[in-house]
């Protein structure tokens, strides 16, 4: 069963949710079901937005088909966003987590994704050193200081202790591994 629409602009006329189809496709009402069968109404073809196919509520292949369908594109859809996030992400130039990039007509800031923490490091580095954990790390699901961090980072030390203490700290950096936000702004 194939349903084609003649105007290709049709789909802007249907009902938000749905195609409202007075007969079926056929012209005949031996595939709708008997009432006393399935309490499913007589709207029963639904249109998906990406690819205009009409899906029939009243079969459940139909049903199945959409919805495998729709899976696909959505995960094809978020691959897609992933992608040119990324991509936007690399446009930005700098090392701020909230940058911006502007084309010829538009602008938009990019919110670069937190890097991630190794937990089980952090919580080795909280329990092996008590004498310095309150100053750099806090207590959640362990977490940094991020201002201290970027201090110890740059600091040298004679303590052994300390050294090691900074070195769990240094390999416990896990690189961001998200996609940035990004949001249109005006140009004006």
């Given amino acids: ?54 899906c029939d509520t009243n079969d459940i292949d139909s049903l199945i088909h959409a919805c495998v369908d729709a899976k696909q594109q959505l995960a094809d859809l978020h691959c897609f966003e992933d992608t040119i996030r990324r991509r936007l992400g690399e446009c930005a130039k700098g090392d701020t987590k909230t940058r911006r990039v502007q084309g010829k007509t538009l602008r938009a800031k990019i919110e670069m994704p937190d890097e991630n923490w190794d937990q089980t490091i952090l919580k080795e580095a909280w329990q092996s050193y008590e004498k310095f ?56």
């Fill in 1 to 54: 069963m194939s349903t084609k629409i003649d105007d290709e602009f049709a789909f802007l006329d249907v009902p938000a949710g749905g195609v409202d189809l007075d007969s079926p496709p056929d012209g005949s009402d031996s595939d709708k079901p008997a009432a006393s069968e399935v309490a499913w109404t007589d709207d029963a073809m639904i249109m998906n937005p990406m690819t205009m196919s009409l």
């Fill in 133 to 188: 954990r309150e100053s750099y790390l806090k207590i959640g699901t362990i977490n940094v200081q991020k201002r201290e961090f970027n201090k110890l980072t740059e600091m040298s030390t004679d303590d052994p202790a300390f050294g090691q203490f900074k070195s769990m700290l240094e390999a416990a950096v896990r690189p961001a591994t998200g996609a940035p936000r990004v949001t249109l702004e005006s140009t004006k």
